[in-house]
């Protein structure tokens, strides 16, 4: 794909309203008649910005994907304790699952890449490595002593992410995500008040937002609110 296409208003168009059939129906239930009529060009039109079905779809999974390395940077930035950073993650991650049809669009396609012909990686690929990598005692401010090894904590975290997006689809994703935490918080480090700690990470999410918004508003308006 040419690099101008990427910044045309309808290639991104016909992104998100792709992304919103995909979404809502699946992969193999989502035609190339359909991503087209909703997109409103000809098939012609539509084909200059994407050759087939495929390369929508994982147009939509690199989307979603490139927004997670700046993410994990900005909230690393913040220097808190590592249970803190990875509960404001999540809340963050679960905040665009809910709101943005791109990011809901490539999760589902990402988990359902056995039925796409091109190659599609994983859900939230690289995530448990960053997640490890951040509850690891060499890899953090403060030395934790987790009550699980941290390569196991963070495949459990991730898992229950995936899991919790979908459980809460029409629902309040918060309140999915809270309960996920109120569980594995005592088995990841002893807690004495999980909702505490849950309320400690969602404020640091909010504290990293509007970081980002002050610190570079023309780039991070984007990242934070996309």
Avoid at 1 to 18: C, E, F, I, K, P
Avoid at 72 to 101: G, K, Y
Avoid at 165 to 190: C, F, H, N, S
Wanted: charged share 20%.
């Amino acid at each position: 794909m040419a690099r101008h296409q990427r910044a045309d208003g309808t290639y991104l168009r016909v992104l998100h309203s792709s992304a919103g059939l995909f979404a809502e129906r699946g992969y193999l239930g989502t035609s190339v008649s359909d991503l087209v009529e909703r997109a409103g060009l000809t098939k012609n039109a539509f084909y200059s910005y994407f050759p087939n079905k495929e390369a929508l779809a994982v147009a939509i999974v690199e989307q979603t994907a490139a927004q997670w390395p700046p993410l994990i940077a900005t909230f690393e930035a913040m220097r808190a304790p590592a249970v803190d950073t990875v509960i404001a993650l999540s809340f963050e991650v679960a905040d665009r699952f809910s709101r943005d049809i791109v990011v809901r669009a490539g999760v589902r396609l990402s988990l359902e890449r056995d039925t796409i012909k091109t190659p599609v990686p994983p859900p939230f690929e690289g995530w448990v490595e960053e997640i490890e990598r951040l509850l690891s005692p060499a890899g953090e401010w403060e030395l934790m002593g987790l009550a699980a090894p941290a390569d196991v904590a963070a495949r459990v975290i991730v898992t229950c992410l995936i899991g919790a997006q979908y459980l809460a689809e029409g629902g309040d994703m918060t309140k999915r995500l809270a309960e996920v935490w109120t569980v594995i918080l005592p088995g990841l480090r002893p807690t004495p008040d999980p909702a505490a700690r849950i309320a400690t990470g969602q404020a640091l999410r909010d504290r990293a937002r509007a970081a980002a918004v002050n610190s570079a508003p023309t780039t991070m308006v984007r990242i934070v609110g996309s």
